[in-house]
């Protein structure tokens, strides 16, 4: 055990014996039911009930196949004297959901965390995969800090094309381009679409899911290794099972979120996410998954420890490789140990496994050199995400430097407005429109509110008749998200948002804008005055339809620069169990 940490004295009264203990009425009303299922009486007797948090859905391709990893998990539960219950929970696909999955990020952690308090479980494995899932369940566990643990389902294999190293995500915008360009013609799209997702998994580019994994691991609330392994590899299940024995441990010493999420943790994760150019994502789930411990976790934060952190992991969209030659050449143990050799790594800082983080990374080594980069070759100098401020960002933007072109990082051009994602979508293909490459192009109400719930089409596709130049890349401003398996000069939620009267909502076509990355500005060149006489007759767009969740999304989110998260889930609420009404 690290020495920050004490274990709780064993044996105890765990939180599921206010349901299955003793022989009140009560008690025999909750163990009777569940005995329907077969289970013999001892079963009841005091040890921890372990609450399998599954995330599968046959409309969550990505965590498609957790059912069966699910019962690696519930074998190492049984093998450590625990009673494992395997609990279904909201699973928000990226896939699949409208408008965003991001605005049922929320809601999914509202319901993990309502399961968690008002069920008989005494300890959760968070099976997470698809991205919104880990940042939705961890959020949930913090919520009610019961002991908890992830394990994800794993990175997709590698898909090939032609003999090309294609990455999902990356290559999809990459060809949907070519096409626009003439360069790639449908057909040939709809052959590398079958080559593109060839097994189970998420995402096999260090997109959101696999960032969000490497979030977990690097904040200590999963087993070391555990964010590379491959969907379909061996190990992938063995990684489940020992996680399954580690939850009953846990348990047992009540080691909780709160004892693992502390500040040196989020430290960790923020320089972690610089050395593997990791999704900006990461950003809005990391600032919520702090509100939820009482972190005060900024975007300040972001910038200060992210900035001097060199790009070492070399996976596309930033570089040439995939998940599964990250996992081959030692996954995410192996930049830890860069990071603390650098002195960037808080080494006592707690895991899951009740060691620190430097005990478990310290004799790793390195297989691929060219898969994860010596720290004197980087992939980029200044990795992390670049946090500008400004007259256009007055509550912070961020950019992703590893996925932007260096020529670009400093550039003044003429803004194309978009004022929505509609208006976009009508006017990109014109081959009227009035756009060269030297453009800023600007996309408005895509924010949490203005979208609802802020898509991912921050990294809007290029006009037809620019890219038929060659040019693959141009500074485009918004308030949305961009996809962690996407790249370019993208500036990113940009807040207040448009919805909310930032002076993103004023910009007009004409506009001069100026990105300056190194010194973290961007800049409206408008004089002041006009900046506040056209926001004083700015007027709010009609609400879209109300009711519902929607209404209350609309009504609670916060911005982007404090994570998105409801107003009023901020902060632990603990794991009292409620009044029995039976």
Request: proline share 6%; hydrophobic share 40%; with cysteine.
């Amino acid at each position: 055990m690290s020495k920050s940490f004490t274990p709780a004295p064993w044996p105890r009264k765990l939180r599921s014996q206010h349901w299955y203990g003793g022989n009140s009425r009560d008690t025999i009303y909750h163990r009777g039911w569940l005995k329907n299922q077969g289970y013999p009486h001892d079963i009841f007797d005091g040890r921890p009930v372990i609450g399998i948090l599954n995330t599968w859905s046959d409309l969550t391709p990505c965590n498609g196949h957790l059912r069966d990893l699910a019962e690696k998990v519930k074998a190492g539960v049984w093998e450590a004297g625990g009673f494992p219950v395997e609990v279904p929970v909201f699973s928000a696909s990226e896939n699949t959901y409208r408008p965003t999955a991001m605005m049922y990020r929320n809601l999914a952690a509202m319901a993990v965390e309502e399961a968690m308090r008002g069920q008989p479980i005494d300890g959760a494995v968070l099976m997470v995969g698809c991205d919104k899932t880990t940042p939705s369940l961890l959020m949930g566990a913090a919520s009610t800090d019961i002991p908890s643990i992830v394990v994800t389902g794993g990175p997709m294999l590698n898909g090939w094309f032609r003999g090309e190293r294609i990455g999902s995500g990356t290559h999809l915008w990459k060809f949907s381009e070519a096409v626009k360009a003439g360069e790639m013609t449908q057909e040939e799209f709809l052959e590398a679409e079958a080559a593109m997702s060839r097994s189970s998994g998420t995402c096999n580019t260090m997109g959101t899911a696999s960032t969000m994994a490497s979030m977990a691991e690097a904040l200590g609330m999963a087993l070391s290794g555990n964010a590379a392994i491959p969907a379909v590899d061996s190990r992938r299940r063995v990684m489940a099972q020992l996680t399954g024995r580690r939850i009953v441990q846990m348990v047992k010493d009540d080691l909780k979120p709160s004892d693992i999420l502390t500040r040196e943790a989020f430290e960790n994760a923020i320089r972690t996410n610089g050395a593997i150019g990791g999704s900006t994502n990461a950003v809005i789930h990391l600032l919520a998954l702090a509100g939820r411990v009482g972190v005060d976790l900024t975007l300040d934060d972001w910038d200060r420890l992210g900035r001097d952190v060199p790009t070492i992991v070399n996976l596309m969209p930033s570089g040439q490789y995939l998940m599964e030659e990250f996992f081959y050449a030692g996954g995410l143990p192996v930049v830890l140990k860069r990071l603390g050799e650098a002195g960037l790594l808080h080494q006592e800082a707690l895991t899951v496994s009740g060691r620190s983080v430097w005990d478990e990374v310290k004799d790793v080594r390195n297989w691929n050199e060219e898969v994860i980069l010596p720290a004197e070759h980087p992939l980029t100098d200044q990795g992390g995400i670049a946090v500008l401020r400004g007259n256009l960002a007055p509550d912070g933007a961020v950019l992703k430097p590893s996925a932007a072109s260096p020529h670009l990082m400093r550039h003044r051009g003429r803004a194309v407005v978009f004022e929505d994602i509609d208006d976009y979508k009508a006017r990109i293909n014109d081959e009227a429109l009035d756009i060269d490459e030297t453009c800023v192009m600007v996309l408005k109400m895509c924010g949490p509110r203005g979208y609802p719930g802020m898509a991912e089409v921050g990294n809007m596709g290029l006009p037809p008749k620019v890219l038929r130049k060659g040019i693959t890349d141009m500074v485009r401003i918004s308030d949305a998200r961009m996809s962690g398996t996407a790249y370019g000069t993208v500036v990113l939620h940009v807040s207040p948002e448009a919805a909310r009267g930032g002076p993103l909502a004023i910009v007009r076509n004409g506009d001069m804008i100026e990105l300056d990355v190194p010194n973290r500005r961007l800049h409206l060149d408008v004089p002041q005055e006009e900046i506040e006489r056209r926001l004083a007759v700015w007027q709010s767009p009609a609400p879209h339809p109300q009711g519902g969740y929607a209404q209350l999304f609309h009504e609670h989110v916060g911005g982007a620069d404090t994570g998105a998260d409801f107003d009023f889930l901020r902060g632990c609420r603990g794991r009292e169990v409620g009044k029995d009404s039976h």
